[in-house]
Structures are given as C-alpha cells and as structure tokens.
C-alpha cells in the first residue's frame, strides 16, 4: 500500500461549496499504510473550530435511519462520519441569513463504499436544520459540538415536514425515532451565526 498521503474524494476536487451561509467543510487528508489509515479531523486552531468545545458525541445507526430536522440556537455542531455512509442534508431556516430557504445534500463517509462520499468534517452552525440518512449496513457519526447538551437546545421539526423541501424516502422503509416525529423550538433566544 502507498504510504504517501492521499486526500479521499474530498469537495475541493468535486468543486463543491457550501451553499449555505456559516456551513464550512473541512476536507480531510489520509495517510494510508499497510496497518490502515491515520486521518487527523480537528485541531483547535482550526479557524473553523473557533465556538469551541464542548462535548464529544458517538451515535451509531442502522441501514435506513433517518435523524432529522434538528437544530439548534445556541450550539454549532461538528460531524465527521467515521464508519459507513450517511446522505447529509442540510437546510437554512435562518429569515435573516442571506442564503434562507437553501439546501445542501451530499453523502458524508467511506469512499470505499461509496464513491460519491466525502472524508470531511462539516461545521453546522446555529439556526441551519439537519438530517441525516443511513445508506450503509449501519454508520458511526461522531459529532462534537460547542456546548454540553442541553435538552431545551435540541430543535426538531419533523422528518417529514413540509417546510423542508426533501424527500428520506419511503416512510414504511425508514427507521425513525418519535422524538423526529415532533415539533420543538428551543427556548434560549438564538445566536446569529
């Protein structure tokens, strides 16, 4: 195996950008050896790391899990895929925010499984709604964010809303928490991101 460092499919060679305002991706770099792989996802001097730490998360989903719409006002969240591949769909609900009502879809995750799908780590800031959707046996979504949960921070509009222009899929195939059937706005006023 070629132990010179490789980038994986990152956005810079798709020539993908953000199209949502404050949403930064961060390509990430591989360094492949015989043992596998080293891939450093964030330092704290990454300029767009700048909201800090808070709290390191791990959640591991099945094939045709859909999590979504959460947001939130005071917490920006950092995802990197580690295992698998997740679609990642992200929509801007800010009114004052001058790319309001766009939307991002991509596959976030192993470009061994998945050509299509990028090794990054994605900066979701407040106000932006997020979801995603398992299209592997299963996937590992670590996911830092700014603050420590906070329960009256946790934005949900449901999976299925109208107010989102997307579509998971066909409902009897999905995987769908109740909590992602609800409709909770938070209660801290939010920071303009």
């Known amino acids: 195996m070629d132990s010179k460092p490789t980038s994986t499919h990152g956005l810079t060679d798709r020539k993908m950008d953000s199209k949502i305002n404050g949403v930064e991706i961060k390509e990430l770099l591989t ?3 015989d043992r596998g792989f080293f891939r450093e996802i964030i330092r704290e001097t990454d300029p767009f790391f700048a909201a800090g730490f808070g709290q390191w998360s791990h959640s591991k989903m099945s094939l045709n899990t859909v999590k979504a719409w959460h947001f ?3 917490q920006t969240d950092w995802w990197y895929l580690g295992l698998g591949v997740i679609t990642v769909a992200l929509y801007d609900n800010r009114e004052e925010s001058p790319t309001f009502g766009e939307k991002m879809v991509f596959k ?3 470009t061994e499984l998945d050509p299509e799908a990028i090794s990054a780590v994605v900066k979701i800031p407040t106000g932006v709604l997020h979801g995603c959707k398992v299209l592997s046996p299963f ?4 996911y830092i964010t700014s603050h420590i949960y906070n329960p009256n921070d946790e934005g949900r509009l ?3 809303t109208p107010e989102v222009p997307h579509n998971w899929g066909n409902e009897e195939d999905l995987i769908v928490s109740a909590k992602d059937r609800i409709t909770f706005i ?3 006023e939010r920071i303009l991101s």
């Open 31 to 33: 360094h492949p050896d």
């Open 158 to 160: 449901p999976f299925n």
């Open 186 to 188: 938070p209660t801290a």
């Open 139 to 142: 996937a590992h979504l670590f």
């Open 72 to 74: 939130h006002h005071l």
């Open 108 to 110: 976030l995750g192993e």
